[in-house]
């Protein structure tokens, strides 16, 4: 694999056997587009990166960002996964007093989405598995996946749906297997609050404050399955792909809306000024 | 560290930066015991781990019974931590479908709990923060373990207290920082159902296998913060340190009863005949 490893701001050639990030995912990640050696959106990820360190009690190393500059010189269009963990030492549930956080950057080939997903829209799914409400860990990137691997396995089991909707234990829409999620309705862009469970995509982020900025009428809140069905337009996002509208859900079908394409506009426009 | 790692049966001498253990906690672990290199509740403690690979679709490997007694020969008392992750590779949620496992053993001295936890009892505190219900994640040992790393930096931050109360965010109680508990009341042993959150020890189990051979009288339910205040005796476990009696939470005091004596009694057996 093409990456680098740091513990402090000293390089090492391997992850440690009791690294926490192992031991427990005791640490976070993010995963950056990267057009032509330059990383998209980069303040937002560097943004919920520190957010992220903040809430575990981690330190947050401004050397990371020299160490991602020089890891992006000479490249050109993909994916660059930062990785951050509490380091290594101990056996037990509390962190050592003088643990040093493990960084990893890796690079990656674009994944092989269809252009037609961003065109043309996908059929979307719906997960059975419900997201945990956990206010403490909720919004962060942090490293316990494991509800996110279980229902990447559902997703893969509803065939011709690239994305599915994920709803929490209390029957609320959260956002997709891996990726955020708007509806438009009566023009208004409205996408559901994560201070309970899921995860702050940036990309979500960065359409909020675009959002706040041109004025557009945007609301942060709780939305239902009917709230979906009964949406104008929707759409899934993420930093890595940009915008999914949805053509098909169950028996109700949509074009991509006016709202949509003006979102996938901006976003082309953030993609290609990186 | 004293350690040995497997990708499926061939020794590796590092876990890649790409282990799906470290991206996503994709994997499980169990902390067993060792008493003149024999490792105690090993029954217990295969069955658990072959239920969290059951569940999270992982491979059980027989290999990993031999690498275990290979690993064990020659040693004496302490702690052997078996880890299982679903192997390296690729880039998101999806497992690749040609994933190996990685077997991680490694080998540490056990913790220098004080012996009068065990002959006098604890004080006992109680955690602000609630486990998050995941039902589909519940019971086994995964390696999804925020939760627990910041339950054991508010134990901390409990001074004298050993170890902790903690609640679901249903307001159950569930288990303590990094042990189960169970209550006696009326002469039946009463501990937390886990079916919603929380980790199934081994020793929880044993005792509870334990108690139906001796015909005990042994409950699985609900257990609320006034059953703990009202209990005759009650006690934390686990296959590390063997049980706790609790001598004091908040205002009220007990002492050691009878019930926890004879469980304590057998732990001891287990132990010496491991």
Redesign the interface.
């Known amino acids: 694999?093409d990456?680098r490893?740091w513990q402090g701001s000293r390089r090492i050639?391997?992850?440690?056997?009791?690294?926490?990030?192992?031991?427990?995912?005791?640490g976070l990640?993010e995963?950056v587009r990267v057009v032509a050696g330059r990383p998209v959106l980069m303040e937002w990820h560097w943004a919920r990166l520190s957010a992220g360190c903040q809430r575990?009690?981690l330190p947050d190393l401004l050397f990371w960002r020299d160490a991602l500059d020089d890891f992006l010189a000479g490249r050109g269009d993909g994916?660059v996964?930062l990785?951050v963990?509490r380091g290594g030492g101990g056996?037990?549930?509390?962190?050592p007093f003088d643990a040093e956080p493990v960084f990893?950057l890796?690079w990656?080939a674009l994944?092989d989405f269809p252009l037609r997903n961003s065109e043309e829209g996908i059929a979307v799914g719906l997960c059975q598995?419900e997201l945990?409400?956990?206010p403490?860990?909720a919004g962060i990137k942090?490293?316990?996946?494991?509800?996110?691997?279980?229902?990447?396995?559902e997703l893969?089991a509803q065939p011709g749906c690239a994305e599915a909707v994920v709803c929490d234990?209390e029957g609320r829409v959260v956002e997709g297997?891996?990726s955020n999620l708007f509806l438009v309705r009566d023009g208004v862009l409205i996408t559901p609050d994560l201070a309970r469970?899921g995860v702050r995509g940036v990309l979500r982020d960065a359409l909020l404050d675009a959002a706040a900025e041109l004025g557009l009428p945007a609301h942060v809140g709780t939305v239902s399955l009917a709230d979906c069905g009964a949406a104008d337009e929707w759409f899934f996002c993420n930093s890595v792909y940009g915008i999914w509208p949805v053509r098909r859900w169950g028996e109700r079908a949509w074009l991509p809306g006016p709202m949509t394409r003006q979102c996938q506009a901006m976003i082309a426009a953030w993609f290609h000024s990186a």
């Open positions: 694999m990456c490893i050639d391997s992850v440690r056997a009791d690294d926490r990030g192992l031991a427990y995912g005791d990640f995963t575990l009690g994916i996964k990785l963990t056996r037990g549930y509390l962190p990893i890796s990656h994944p598995l945990a409400v956990q403490a860990l942090h490293l316990n996946r494991l509800e996110q691997v279980l229902l990447r396995r893969v234990s297997v891996f469970c």
